[in-house]
């Protein structure tokens, strides 16, 4: 089971970072969730989108500035990020559950990670 996020960067506020998260297992797996973990900080999730039906969830403090996609063909999930804050600076890992999930939620429901992706976001 292998889960590759990728696409972090160095912003400026205001602007937009597309992360990817490209999964080469082969496993079933009900939802992929985002979560981040900024400096002294515990990880939190982000947002997560169920894997057939693409159904979405976010949380407040992303919801409308970010925005979840799929790409089955490809098995890769995306994390459109757009309006970066300098809050928004954090490793963003990318995560599979089997378990069902309705909205964003603690990261002991996740089995499979992938290793993080910087975003840092300069004022």
């Known amino acids: 089971v292998q889960l590759q996020a990728s696409g972090g960067g160095l912003v400026q506020v205001g602007e937009s970072l597309t992360l990817s998260c490209a999964n080469s297992?082969?496993?079933?797996?009900?939802?992929v969730g985002w979560f981040r973990q900024a400096p002294g900080k515990e990880r939190e999730p982000v947002a997560v989108?169920?894997?057939?039906?693409?159904?979405?969830y976010y949380t407040d403090n992303v919801k409308g500035r970010f925005t979840l996609s799929r790409d089955a063909t490809k098995n890769t999930a995306y994390l459109q990020m757009s309006s970066l804050k300098v809050e928004d600076t954090a490793v963003y890992y990318c995560?599979?559950?089997?378990?069902?999930?309705?909205?964003?939620?603690?990261?002991?429901?996740?089995?499979?990670w992938g290793q993080g992706t910087q975003v840092t976001v300069s004022s």
């Open positions: 297992g082969r496993y079933g797996f009900y939802a």
């Open positions: 989108i169920t894997w057939r039906n693409g159904v979405k």
């Open positions: 995560a599979t559950t089997t378990q069902r999930v309705f909205g964003p939620s603690n990261s002991d429901l996740y089995e499979f």
